[in-house]
């Protein structure tokens, strides 16, 4: 029997991609509720709220232009998260 593999969609070009060729990105958030930091999950065991993307620079580009963050998050996200987020995606990449 066929095990079926886990499919998610990038937030970034909305393609659907095998769970494990994605990144998951979590929400943490302080004790206002509001977001904290957006980190990539790579163990995919995190608890929160996530949101997968691509292994491209391009669509990380494109979900952020489009505010797909803020709205998987339902939470402004500030710039400082932003370029956190970008690093942090440069250096998993290029690993």
């Given amino acids: 029997m066929d095990k079926r593999i886990p499919v998610r969609t990038c937030i970034g070009c909305n393609n659907e991609f095998p769970k494990k060729d994605l990144f998951r990105f979590v ?3 302080d004790e206002a509720g509001m977001t904290d930091s957006i980190i990539i999950d790579t163990s995919g065991a995190l608890h929160g709220r996530g949101c ?3 292994r491209n620079t391009d669509c990380l580009e494109k979900a952020l232009k489009k505010r797909s963050f803020e ?3 339902k939470d ?3 710039e400082r998260i932003k370029e956190d987020i970008r690093e942090e995606f440069k250096r998993l990449t290029q690993e």
Avoid: E, G, S
């Fill in 27 to 29: 929400r943490k958030t």
């Fill in 76 to 78: 402004p996200v500030p």
């Fill in 52 to 54: 997968y993307l691509c």
């Fill in 71 to 73: 709205r998987t998050f």
